[in-house]
């Protein structure tokens, strides 16, 4: 099966090489100035899972990609979504499965109206990993996790067929019964995380320290409350887990958006907590409303600063 990973980043470039690694016929759809690195200094990933050294990946620009993929890997930044789209849409053939390891949900109603509803399965990865100057994969933690699975929780020929595939691969890959309901957790897990290290501009350990625990566990109980309201209460184990890591005193974690607001880059404000806000009550959720409220003045600034340079 011919697998096009979209982009060769921190979370495709990870994932795609441990499928190349496991002998996966795997082709990375990148921008000329990625694929000129990966062309010069090869595909390198240092992890606690061992390291990877692949020289001369396949990869492929937008402006040469020709001939339909049986898989596409999509791991881009939801701001980026229709621009990713654009450059793959044309490796989309009648049988091929598109599965996106982006947070929140908003991405599928656009993945849907964009490719098809048969094309798009749900799916979710759970690592940390960046992308460092020097071009190489830096994996940050044991974590190395992808689930997927049918929207409808069928299990179709097609997703046990990319099982198999997955299955060598050396991260944990697992066919899920319910993705909806794991990536609605995943949501509220990221949410929760993302907004108060944002909000608070610190890693959870030091929030910690301040005494404004109280604060995590008040936003993680607002978003959990925006899910149950949609059908998809998180169980007692993946709250009770949240809690744990948010309220761990030392912890050095912090969200990858409260890492994008310190080098000053976008991020995804509108998908992961815009999007949840909506769709709950927004007066039965002042903290998320005031992590929204920051995020948008973030970006605010942001445009501000740019447009003056």
């Not at 947070?103 to 094309?119: A, F, V």
């Not at 608070?200 to 978003?223: F, H």
Request: with cysteine; net charge neutral; aromatic share 6%.
């Amino acid at each position: 099966m011919r697998i096009l990973v979209v982009g060769a980043g921190a979370v495709g470039g990870y994932f795609g090489g441990r499928l190349l690694q496991a002998g996966r016929d795997v082709t990375f759809l990148v921008r000329p100035n990625r694929a000129a690195t990966l062309a010069a200094s090869g595909l390198r990933i240092s992890s606690p899972h061992g390291d990877v050294d692949i020289q001369n990946p396949v990869t492929v620009t937008a402006d040469s990609l020709t001939g339909t993929y049986d898989s596409i890997l999509l791991s881009c930044k939801a701001y980026d979504l229709n621009n990713a789209i654009d450059s793959f849409a044309p490796a989309v053939g009648t049988n091929t499965v598109v599965l996106p390891l982006l947070n929140g949900l908003n991405h599928l109603d656009t993945l849907e109206q964009r490719l098809g509803p048969n094309h798009v399965l749900g799916g979710l990865c759970v690592i940390s990993a960046s992308l460092e100057p020097d071009g190489r994969i830096a994996h940050l933690n044991e974590f190395h996790n992808v689930s997927f699975g049918e929207l409808d929780c069928s299990k179709s020929e097609r997703v046990q067929a990319l099982a198999s595939l997955l299955a060598p691969a050396r991260f944990e890959s697992r066919l899920s019964d319910n993705v909806l309901q794991e990536m609605w957790e995943k949501w509220v897990f990221i949410a929760t995380g993302a907004g108060i290290t944002c909000l608070m501009r610190a890693t959870v350990g030091d929030i910690v320290a301040a005494g404004a625990s109280d604060l995590v566990t008040k936003l993680l109980d607002e978003c959990a409350s925006i899910a149950e309201g949609q059908g998809y209460p998180p169980s007692k184990q993946a709250l009770e887990r949240s809690r744990t890591v948010f309220t761990t005193p030392g912890s050095l974690l912090a969200a990858s958006m409260f890492r994008d607001i310190e080098r000053g880059s976008p991020i995804e404000a509108e998908h992961v907590i815009g999007d949840l806000l909506r769709r709950g009550v927004p007066a039965a959720s002042p903290l998320l409303d005031i992590v929204y409220k920051h995020l948008k003045a973030y970006e605010a600034r942001r445009t501000r600063q740019r447009n003056s340079n």
